[in-house]
Every structure is written in structure tokens, then in C-alpha cells.
């Protein structure tokens, strides 16, 4: 009996822990799946995640595009360096935006990324995609 109580002890501190942090995290992160698509050069897939007008500069060409020609440019970044391998470096922010850092590795490069979301019709849309080349 003793030692149902201690597990009954473990397991509701560890419900308030998980619970607390479910609850600061918003109980997903956004960059999971984005980071995904990243790492498999899915220009398609990544595009899902765009808002209908977005920043977007890759190796220092900026412009401001629709969706479609966000995914054109980004399909040509693909094309061109193929991601080996991209992982979150840092994420920030506030439950309405947030940010994150990466490095991706294409086409035997080393590129530093910049993604920044926000919040609004219900779902997390990319506003900001930077891709620069490291030195």
C-alpha cells in the first residue's frame, strides 16, 4: 500500500510538470513539422505553412511574395542545394509569434535559416524565411 502512494506521488508530480509545460509551450511546436519539410527539400509540403504574402530571401535575394512565388523560389533553392541535413537551433517568442534559428546543410554548404511565425486564423503561418550562407 505504501508503494502505491509513492507512485501516486510520482505520477501527479509528473502531470504537473508535463501539465505546466504543455501549458507554456502551447502544447505543440510549430517547427516540427516546418523543420521537417525543410529537411527534405519539400517545397510543396513547406509552402502549406506560408501566409498568403511573406518575407522571403535566400542568399541575399529579398522580396516580398505571394505564396506561389514563395514556393517557386524556395523549389529553386531545393533544385539547386539539395538539404542533407537541418536542425533547430533556436526557437523564441510570444503564443501569437515566434521565431526560429536553424542550420541546414544542402548541396554541401552550410546555410543558416531564419523562420519567423505568427498566429492568426487559427494556425501558425510563415510571415519570414531567411536562408543565408554561412561563411
Given at each position: ?66 505564396k506561389n ?10 533544385d539547386s ?13 510570444r503564443s ?40
Amino acid at each position: 500500500m505504501r508503494n502505491l502512494g509513492f507512485k501516486s506521488v510520482l505520477l501527479l508530480t509528473a502531470l504537473f510538470c508535463c501539465g505546466k509545460m504543455s501549458a507554456q509551450t502551447g502544447g505543440y511546436d510549430v517547427f516540427v513539422p516546418i523543420a521537417k519539410y525543410i529537411r527534405l527539400g519539400d517545397a510543396e509540403k513547406l509552402s502549406a505553412w506560408f501566409d498568403d504574402n511573406l518575407e522571403i530571401s535566400i542568399i541575399s535575394n529579398s522580396s516580398d511574395s505571394s505564396k506561389n512565388q514563395a514556393r517557386c523560389i524556395v523549389k529553386t533553392f531545393f533544385d539547386s542545394y539539395s538539404p542533407r541535413e537541418f536542425d533547430i537551433t533556436h526557437t523564441a517568442g510570444r503564443s501569437n509569434m515566434k521565431y526560429a534559428l536553424g542550420r541546414l546543410n544542402a548541396g554541401g554548404e552550410m546555410f543558416e535559416v531564419t523562420i519567423f511565425v505568427t498566429f492568426k486564423n487559427q494556425s501558425y503561418r510563415i510571415q519570414q524565411l531567411k536562408i543565408q550562407k554561412t561563411d
